[in-house]
């Protein structure tokens, strides 16, 4: 999953958003609440950004009230996993191993 099959939403402010993508494995949707660490490792691997107006900034708050932070059961994507899917982005022979698989 390159950074191009991840959309990232942040609001105006450009320090928090939700971001989400097709889980290559079960192909649930998945979104995530991005704090601005989150917000900022995921640019810089190259997603795309677009931005919240006021209006929709109600639906980071309800994503907020789930202290976890994501709006499914399931692990929680933590800034470590996003590191470590960010050196694997840049690994070919873990990319060209991955494909194999499906």
Known sequence: MGPEAILLSVLQ??????YRFTCPTCMDSVEKRADRKIVALLVSAGVDVSSVDGDAAGL?????????GDLRDGPVLTIDDLIEFHFQLQDD???RDFLAKQ
């Open 13 to 18: 402010d450009g320090r928090e958003g939700m």
């Open 60 to 68: 980071f708050d309800q994503a907020a009230e789930d202290p976890r």
């Open 93 to 95: 022979r873990f990319i």
